[in-house]
């Protein structure tokens, strides 16, 4: 069965700094993969995918996330980080039952401090 | 432009009450999802629609259906609720076809009592 891991529950930077948020996937065939961002009472906002193509995916709000198959990898990554990203983060993958679901990773919370 | 509309935003229940939450996605996506996010959970699949006839069902207790009608809007009917329905629960919608992003709405907070 598929399934994403993120390993870290926190993960704690400063402003302006990079930041990476870790995300490893399994899956037995392709992997779609997805970065969701989630605000206090908010729904989650897209941020990227990964389909196929380039490992290095650019996404929303300066972010991007870089595929690496050999790794199983997904982490998702910023060059400078801004307070305002502080937020719930969560790694998707979609299900290879080919209807669409969306198997979440445990989610991360980024703790940029000033 | 337009999102993914849920309404109401918020509920406050009674145990073996029922409830209604509904869901309108964004024009022209014919494929609707319903997520339960619990108190620090990730969303959890419960059931999947794609031109108004179900597509997937995962953990979704019996006493929950739920249906998509013939403008695309879908409603997820809860019965007999219990404490441990309280959650978010999220639609989201996305167009089919290919691997596209589910887009998905604000929530409805459901609190049983």
């Known amino acids: 069965a598929q399934s994403v891991a993120q390993p870290e529950d926190q993960v704690n930077v400063a402003e302006g700094n990079p930041l990476t948020v870790k995300c490893t996937y399994s899956?037995?065939?392709?992997?779609?993969l997805f970065w969701y961002v989630q605000y206090p009472n908010r729904g989650l906002q897209f941020l990227l995918k990964?389909?196929?193509?380039?490992?290095l995916v650019k996404g929303s709000y300066g972010f991007e996330a870089e595929f690496n198959k050999s790794q199983t990898s997904f982490h998702l990554k910023k060059p400078s980080a801004l307070v305002s990203d502080s937020a719930l983060y969560f790694c998707?993958?979609?299900?290879?039952?080919?209807?669409?679901?969306?198997?979440f990773g445990q989610g991360t919370t980024l703790q940029v401090k000033p | 432009a337009a999102g993914v509309i849920q309404s109401p935003r918020h509920l406050i229940k009674e145990k073996r009450e029922t409830a209604t939450l509904k869901c309108y996605p964004i024009?022209?996506?014919?494929?609707v999802y319903w997520y339960q996010q619990g108190p620090g959970q990730d969303p959890q699949f419960l059931i999947s629609?794609?031109?108004?006839?179900?597509?997937d069902k995962g953990s979704i207790p019996d006493r929950f259906s739920a249906q998509q009608f013939s403008d695309y809007h879908s409603e997820l009917n809860m019965s007999s609720l219990e404490l441990g329905d309280s959650a978010l629960y999220f639609c989201?919608?996305?167009?089919?076809?290919?691997?596209?992003?589910?887009?998905f709405g604000p929530g409805t907070r459901l609190t049983v009592l």
């Open positions: 629609f794609y031109e108004k006839m179900q597509s």
């Open positions: 990964y389909i196929t193509g380039d490992n």
């Open positions: 998707a993958v979609r299900d290879e039952s080919n209807t669409g679901k969306l198997i």
């Open positions: 989201a919608s996305s167009q089919a076809g290919g691997p596209n992003e589910q887009f």
């Open positions: 024009p022209r996506h014919d494929t």
């Open positions: 899956v037995s065939g392709n992997p779609y």
